[in-house]
């Protein structure tokens, strides 16, 4: 197979354009290729007046791939092997069924390779199936009544299901190419497996997460939601069993030798429980920071110039970082085109924002995190759990200032870089649906937190014009990027008691959608492997 990288087409290219275009390079007719495959596209928005199109694509030569990969430089054309992904060995030997606590991305995939091989695992999921859980998140921004077990945090398909459903990520791990043909092959757009800016949409990934379930089902294995993991046994050093606690039918004991915790970042009782069972952890670095919204046609008028409102380009995004030669940074996260602000408590007098888009990303305003990293030197004191304290402090805080009914607190970008409190509002409309209030980020984000995102606004602000516009609207805190905890595993994947993996984005292993389906299969894989006779 040869891999062509750098295939510039003019934005109306049809597919046989780029095939053709191709075959031009290469100096070959296109009737020669055996096959021929897109596996990425990009925009190049460089030139405003010359928006191109960018490909990579796949085609089989007979004989010709290495002769022809070497006229390029190694960055234009390589061969490769096709990745095809196989299920790995099974040398457990144990009867027992494992059990899988959170049903995310990381639960999720996990569950599904070790219902594949036969082993009907168990998984628990706190919240509720996706489709009850949509009417409690909407529920709850409608009367602001929060359910502390299914809400945007907790409940089939993880945190994720409430957001853009982006599936960009930073791991090279050749496993994330199974994970979005699985996705696929479960109702995902095809055109994730070659987009350079892949999502679903929140409005698509339920659909996604329940053919997976059904899949898990079919093959054996079993979702109990509305039951959370309360407690581990353990007896020299080995794992014997767990307990949860069902809402209807209240508390339950099952023996199993295998726990796999893919109990996503916000599941802060979890972790104490199992802090307090004598799991070995570590504090780890996290970030915070605030919502950003500015109306879409800022964004794509700066990123698409004169092609602005072209409907090919769909809503534009940005990844924007900024890097002072002195002191902290800040970095934008989880850019949501034609989105919402919305609140994602999940701990009753706390406020958290996030946010999330449909799949046609057509609303009215774009947003986007712009996070501070924290350090645990940071932290209040050395205790592995002191990150949960930090972000609780300024989740409460922002309860307090958003007048105590999970209204969000907000600041114009004005007001902010003029270290003024906001009273009114602007021109850009919030669209948090349990409401904003006017106030001041300083009074929940530490001074130098504040400062930086500062700093970057007006940095941001040189590369994407518009950025710092003054009636730009903040909503606050985003608290909930990562976890501020990591439960330590070993080269096995194991923790300092046998038969528990930690696993995804909540055991400090992973930081989105795809790196967290990435660590489920991993762990799985570690299942497999473990042959130990208890």
């Known amino acids: ?69 070497a006229r390029f430089p190694e960055n234009r054309a390589s061969v490769h092997e096709a990745y095809e992904y196989k299920l790995p060995e099974v040398r457990r030997v144990s009867a027992f069924r494992p059990v899988v606590a959170g049903f995310g991305p990381a639960g999720m995939f996990c569950g599904l390779w070790l219902a594949r091989q036969g082993m ?82 929140t409005d698509r990934l339920g659909d996604v997460v329940k053919q997976i379930r059904k899949e898990i089902e079919r093959l054996g294995g079993e979702i109990r939601f509305g039951c959370r993991l309360s407690d581990v046994y353990i007896a020299n050093d080995f794992l014997q069993g767990v307990s949860y606690i069902d809402e209807k039918e209240g508390a339950h004991d099952f023996e199993t030798d295998c726990l796999v915790l893919c109990i996503g970042h916000s599941a802060r009782d979890t972790v104490e429980m199992l802090y307090r069972k004598g799991f070995k952890m570590q504090q780890k670095a996290f970030s915070v920071g605030t919502r950003i919204e500015h109306p879409q046609e800022l964004i794509n008028r700066a990123q698409y110039g004169s092609f602005w409102n072209d409907p090919r380009l769909g809503a534009a995004d940005y990844k924007l970082a900024n890097h002072p030669p002195h002191g902290r940074g800040g970095y934008t996260f989880c850019m949501c085109p034609g989105g919402t602000v919305v609140c994602a408590s999940s701990e009753e007098g706390m406020v958290v924002t996030n946010g999330m888009s449909n799949y046609k990303r057509d609303g009215e305003n774009a947003n986007s995190a712009i996070l501070v990293g924290i350090e645990p030197e940071f932290f209040p004191d050395e205790n592995p759990l002191s990150g949960f304290a930090f972000q609780r402090q300024l989740e409460k805080t922002a309860f307090a200032l958003g007048g105590g009914d999970y209204t969000a607190p907000c600041q114009t970008v004005g007001d902010f870089l003029n270290g003024k409190r906001s009273t009114r509002l602007g021109a850009v409309r919030p669209t948090c649906p349990t409401g904003v209030t006017p106030s001041d980020i300083r009074l929940v984000l530490p001074q130098k937190t504040a400062d930086t995102i500062a700093d970057a606004i007006t940095a941001f602000d040189r590369k994407l014009k518009g950025f710092a516009l003054p009636e730009a609207v903040l909503t606050f805190p985003e608290s909930r990027s990562s976890s501020p905890v990591r439960i330590l595993r070993d080269e096995a994947f194991q923790t300092n008691f046998r038969g528990v993996y930690p696993c995804g984005e909540g055991a400090g292993y992973a930081g989105g959608i795809v790196s967290a389906a990435v660590d489920g299969i991993k762990c799985a894989e570690a299942v497999f492997a473990d042959d130990t006779e208890y």
């Open 1 to 69: 197979m040869l891999r062509i990288n750098e295939i510039k087409v003019p934005l109306a290219a049809s597919a046989e354009d780029i095939k053709q275009q191709t075959a031009k390079l290469l100096g070959v007719r296109s009737e020669d290729f055996l096959s021929f495959s897109i596996v990425r596209e990009s925009l190049d928005c460089r030139r405003k007046d010359r928006i191109q199109m960018v490909y990579s694509v796949d085609v089989r030569l007979d004989g010709l791939e290495e002769t022809l990969a």
């Open 120 to 201: 009907r695992p168990l998984i628990l999921e706190r919240g509720h199936d996706v489709d009850t859980r949509q009417k409690d998140v909407t529920s709850f921004w409608q009367t602001r009544k929060l359910n502390t077990e299914s809400n945007v945090q907790f409940g089939e398909g993880g945190a994720g299901t409430f957001s853009d459903g982006k599936l960009t990520t930073g791991i090279k791990d050749p496993r994330t190419r199974q994970v979005l043909r699985e996705l696929v092959a479960f109702g995902a757009p095809e055109e994730i497996l070659w987009s350079s800016r892949p999502h679903i949409g």
